[in-house]
């Protein structure tokens, strides 16, 4: 029995369910539905239900309180819910469906090794009086007494502990209102748990008072019914707006009012006081705010009407969103950097904010409704979670947004170790994953996590700076507009790289792409298929790699720079070939920088090369490994070209070890090298030819 404003409700059990009286003068026609957090925080509770549910799918529609329907348990008050909540629930070792001879001995099922006493619930008998819970003896399977009478068989249920269902609940099912015992026939079906815990509070001080059902998922709505519940419903809130704030000590908030939208509405601030506010900012260039002195503890903060912009930007003390109102009420919200933990689905209730850029970044959130974007088709998601450091695992948040071209630093700086294959299946329109996923803790990516985006065009940073060991195969097999690769595994642990892009034939830029990684080994068919790629620059930077095919970048023709393409690896011989066809290349910048292992090179060759000016600063710098020196060779016509530049600064500085005789670089025509050949003090001409403006000692 609940109290509920001094007036008495009495839950009565009869063969068809629960009745209840004088519900007619009590329950309001508007329900509005809040969180548990509420319940957990409410001082003044009027009374608590619970229900015990296996589905949460549809739970709307579908008939409750009575075995056949959605709802297992009925409905309790807190006075006796813990010992009808335990009554006929059971835990049992293994859950096993196929047809069995009962005659026969078992020492295993569904791969569980069956020891004395484990209990073992059988379903999908051909004979269904066979259905039912055995505990094994001797290695055989005795009948229980678990579900002898009716009252053990009410609505009993099944905790599986091993096994295929580990963790999942078995329902005995009901025939109409009974339910079927020992030597009868039975069916089971399993499924998941819930429990629906509801607070029942009453605003006494409302001008229009209202029932207020608090729960985790659900408000209940308990329509007049004389007979008994089955014909419960469910009534979603219309215009509620639900959040949680929390102080440490007395101190003013400020609610903030978004510039450019228009205000209408009842803030109820969770102390027994409220707050009407109307403004219009439609046309304002700044915001206004609503001020409130709150003492130190948790609040529940609700705006019942129109409000279409919730800043919190910055904000110390909210903790919750628990309701986000109606699906044509909010237009902008953010969070930035505030003090967030929990956000609650959304059933399409943003649907009309249009951007979602930074709306959540660097909160404390955990977890991401899979609703959250539900119905919203063309918002942009521009650094929405960034900086959430406690984000590990998403899920299919996205399935809605198919409008969306962009997902620039989405996931950037979080935590995240898990991603769903499924994440960008309906994003059709995106163009750019530009850092998507940087600096994260992801070490395995779904093979088939862009197989639908074949629009994307950019790449650049998506997975810098994890920890990505193996890149599948075809990652990238659909993906055949990207034009940029740009630092996409830079700062991971990758030690192979194969063949990842030969069906993305308009790259044109590598830079960076694996930089700062583990790799030991290259494909030499990895960029065949490249042909418009310009640059290389820094592509395998800080690297472990040894060895060099001499048709890398044969296909390459498009090719402007290899600036620090191979700097700071251990490369110990360089093919002669390596650039021979890349004929427009105008920049070898620090192209074999810091690889301390390298021993000789035959010469960069550089026949047909088409520009009018080549650097080669720091090219070789502090290889000083390098013994054998030999030529640089070029086409005649480029010796002859007064037009041409050549910069060697710095280009052989630290090779201390390098023998030979130098070419005489300082004089083709108009070519610079300070430096070029400083601390070579074996080479032949180091005295007799090398001036000394080229690090040389020669005057």
């Known amino acids: 029995m609940i109290n509920l404003w001094n007036k008495k409700i009495d839950f009565n059990q009869t063969s068809s369910g629960y009745t209840i009286d004088n519900r007619s003068s009590i329950f309001e026609e508007k329900v509005l539905k809040t ?63 196929e047809e069995i001879d009962l005659s026969k001995n078992y020492f ?12 073992v619930l059988l379903f999908n008998q051909i004979d269904k009086v066979n259905n039912d819970i055995y505990i094994i003896k001797n290695n055989k399977l005795e009948k229980t007494n678990i579900l002898s009478t009716r009252e053990k068989a009410n609505k009993a249920k099944f905790h599986i502990k091993l096994g295929t269902y580990k963790e999942r609940v078995c ?89 450019g939208y228009n205000y209408n509405a009842t803030i109820y601030w969770g102390d027994g006081t409220s707050s009407a506010i109307t403004s219009d900012l439609t046309s304002s260039s700044s915001s206004s705010s609503l001020q409130k002195n709150f003492n130190a503890g948790e609040y529940t903060l609700i705006i019942d009407g129109d409000f279409p912009g919730l800043y919190f930007q910055n904000d110390l003390h909210i903790t919750d969103v628990v309701e986000w109102g109606n699906k044509d009420n909010l237009e902008y919200i953010n969070f930035k950097n505030s003090t967030l933990k929990n956000i609650s689905g959304t059933k399409g209730k943003l649907k009309n904010v249009s951007s979602f850029h930074e709306s959540f970044y660097g909160t404390l959130i ?8 539900y119905d919203n088709h063309i918002a942009d998601f521009e650094s929405t979670f960034e900086n959430c450091y406690n984000l590990t695992t998403i899920n299919d948040i996205f399935y809605d947004n198919t409008g969306v071209t962009a997902f620039n630093s989405t996931f950037k700086s979080c935590k995240i170790i898990n991603i769903s294959e499924n994440l960008f299946k309906n994003n059709t329109e995106v163009l750019s994953f ?54 996409t595994f830079e700062g991971n642990l990758i030690e192979t790289v194969l063949d990842y892009f030969k069906t993305n034939t308009s ?141 060697f600064t710095n280009c052989f500085d630290g090779c201390y070890n390098i023998q030979g005789e130098a070419q005489i670089l300082w004089d083709i025509n108009s070519s610079t090298g300070v430096d070029c050949f400083r601390t070579c003090t074996q080479l032949n001409n180091y005295y007799t030819q090398i001036p000394i403006t080229w690090g040389g000692h020669f005057q």
């Not at 001082?43 to 959605?70: A, F, H, P, Q």
């Not at 569980?112 to 006493?117: D, G, P, S, Y």
């Not at 600063?617 to 010796?639: A, G, H, P, R």
């Open 434 to 487: 530009t850092s998507t996923f940087e600096h994260n803790n992801i070490s395995i990516i779904p093979k088939e996590l862009f197989k639908y985006n074949t629009k994307v065009q950019s790449f650049t940073s998506t997975f810098k700076t994890n920890n990505i060991i193996n890149i599948p195969y075809q990652l990238f097999n659909t993906n055949i507009d990207v034009v940029s690769f740009d630092y």
């Open 108 to 119: 295993k099922l569904d791969n569980i090794e069956l020891k004395e006493n484990h209990l």
């Open 366 to 373: 955990s977890e991401i409704p899979n609703d959250l974007f």
């Open 171 to 259: 329902y005995l099912l009901n025939e109409s209102i009974n339910f079927p015992i020992t030597n009868e026939k039975k069916d089971f079906e399993i499924n998941d748990m819930y429990l629906l815990k509801n607070e029942i509070q009453y605003n006494i001080n409302a001008v229009d008072p209202k029932i207020i059902f608090t729960n985790y998922d659900v408000a209940r709505h308990l329509q007049d019914n004389s007979i008994n519940f089955n014909s419960i419903t469910f009534d979603i809130p219309t215009n509620i707006i639900i959040i949680t704030l929390s102080f440490s000590v007395s101190e003013t908030f400020d609610l903030v009012l978004k510039e």
């Open 35 to 97: 969180h548990d957090i509420h319940f957990k925080n409410q001082t003044c509770l009027n009374g608590v239900t619970y229900s015990y549910i296996k589905d949460l799918d549809n739970i709307y529609e579908k008939t409750l309180l009575i075995g056949n329907g959605n709802a297992i348990n009925n409905m309790y008050t807190e006075y006796n819910m813990i010992e009808k909540y335990m009554k006929n629930h059971h835990n049992i070792d293994v859950a096993f469906g």
């Open 507 to 647: 790259v044109t830029s590598f830079h960076s792409s694996f930089k700062s990684n583990n790799i030991k080994i290259i494909s030499e068919n990895i960029f065949k298929n490249n042909r418009s790629v310009t640059t290389f620059e820094s592509v395998f930077e800080y690297n472990y790699i040894g060895a060099i095919y001499s048709g890398l970048f044969i296909a390459n023709r498009a090719t402007i720079s290899f600036k620090s393409t191979f700097k700071d690896n251990i490369i110990v011989h360089i093919p002669k070939k390596l650039f021979i066809n890349n004929i427009l290349v105008n920049n070898f910048d620090k192209t074999f920088k810091n690889n301390t292992e390298l021993i000789y090179f035959e010469g960069i060759s550089l026949i047909d090369n088409e520009n009018t000016g080549i650097t080669f600063v720091e090219m070789f710098e502090n290889c000083y490994k390098l013994k054998i020196y030999s030529d640089f060779t070029f086409n005649q016509t480029i010796w002859e070209d007064s037009e041409t530049t050549f910069t």
